[in-house]
Nanobody, 130 residues
Framework: QVQLVESGGGSVQAGGSLRLSCAAS????????MGWFRQVPGKEREGVAC???????SYADSVKGRFAISQDSAKITLYLQMNNLKPEDTGMYYC????????????????????????WGQGTQVTVSS
């Protein structure tokens, strides 16, 4: 099992930056994919960025060029650097881990599927004001 704890959320004005962190513990070496997701009330959770076990990354079109996902060498902490934030980036941000077999929809340029992930943190709120 993997335990995940997010931090770093907050309130910023449009154009500002935030860096989210996700501390992982437990069976972290079994993680094949890790990702960041966001959700606003009344909408489905959506994939924002993900990283594969080989270090390759994928992003939702809405955040390409503004967000960057990274992981420390020990694969204990996952980061999401968010620059040039927009009001539409507002939401609860979650990190997640998949430890099962490889699955393209967990992390690809066309899809970052929440359903592919087994372990989730409690979320951290990001609010961007105009």
């Amino acid at each position: 099992q993997v335990q995940l704890v997010e931090s770093g959320g907050g309130s910023v004005q449009a154009g500002g930056s935030l860096r989210l962190s996700c501390a992982a513990s437990g069976d972290t070496y079994s993680s094949r994919y890790m990702g960041w997701f966001r959700q606003v009330p009344g909408k489905e959770r959506e994939g924002v960025a993900c990283i594969r076990t080989d270090g390759e990354t994928s992003y939702a079109d809405s955040v390409k060029g503004r967000f960057a996902i990274s992981q420390d060498s020990a694969k204990i902490t996952l980061y999401l650097q968010m620059n040039n934030l927009k009001p539409e980036d507002t939401g609860m941000y979650y990190c997640a881990s998949r430890t099962r077999d490889f699955y393209w929809a967990a992390c690809s340029d066309t899809r970052i599927s929440p359903a592919a992930y087994s372990y989730w943190g409690q979320g951290t709120q990001v609010t961007v004001s105009s």
